[in-house]
């Protein structure tokens, strides 16, 4: 079967860093997703990896390795609008998309 | 007015009523999705339409129809839902239907079935 792993719940203090695994098992890989969603919101696209490495964009950075199945998404200067759940996402051998449950990130002042 | 749009919003209905969530995509995309989010649970697929066709129906069950006059709306028609239907329902689209493109997604609508 086709498996997305992300922890549940993180909390996470204003002005630090926090790191969100996410490792998953598919019928091949084209690439992999996060979004953003806050509560009572639609989810918002924030990175596509398809390549090993590091992808940076402003506070947010992702990160893959396909070898090892796993990517993390990281974010540095946390801000309290950064309390959201984060959703991670791998397309299939038949760029089916393939949804994690999503890590709900609390951030405290 | 931009993006995807959702109505309603909220909607409460009871198992023997027969509502219709409606969507609305002003990006000029081709392809158009409803997905179903329940409470830490991974988004689940329920229909992909490509240029009004459907393209995929992920085994759901036919309380649920949906419908695809032109490529910048959608409806899921419900009818005779069960408890286990309240959810939020979420619209989506992408420029083609294949997964490698961003997904612009609307708001939802929160069901609740009583």
């Known amino acids: 079967g086709q498996n997305i792993d992300q922890p549940t719940e993180m909390t996470a203090t204003e002005g630090a860093i926090v790191q969100i695994n996410c490792t998953y098992q598919t019928s091949g890989f084209n690439g992999l997703f996060w979004y953003q969603q806050h509560a009572g919101e639609a989810p918002t696209f924030l990175s596509y990896?398809?390549l090993d490495g590091l992808e940076e964009k402003g506070r947010f950075s992702s990160f893959l390795s396909r070898s090892k199945g796993y990517s993390y998404l990281l974010l540095k200067e946390l801000q309290m609008k950064d309390s959201a759940s984060y959703l991670c996402a791998v397309l299939d051998s038949n760029y089916q998309l393939i949804w994690g449950a999503g890590t709900k990130l609390i951030i405290k002042p | 007015e931009t993006g995807v749009t959702q109505t309603p919003r909220h909607l409460v209905m009871g198992m023997t009523n027969k509502k219709s969530l409606k969507c609305e995509q002003h990006l000029g995309h081709n392809a158009m999705y409803w997905y179903k989010q329940s409470a830490k649970k991974p988004l689940e697929l329920m229909f992909v339409?490509?240029?009004?066709?459907?393209?995929e129906n992920n085994s759901v069950p036919s309380r649920f129809s949906p419908e695809c006059p032109n490529s910048s709306h959608l409806f899921l028609h419900l009818h005779t839902l069960q408890p286990e239907d309240s959810a939020l329902y979420l619209c989506?689209?992408?420029?083609?239907?294949?997964?490698?493109?961003?997904?612009?997604f609307g708001p939802g609508t929160r069901l609740t079935v009583t």
């Open positions: 990896n398809v």
């Open positions: 989506a689209s992408s420029q083609e239907p294949s997964g490698s493109y961003e997904q612009y």
């Open positions: 339409y490509n240029f009004k066709e459907q393209t």
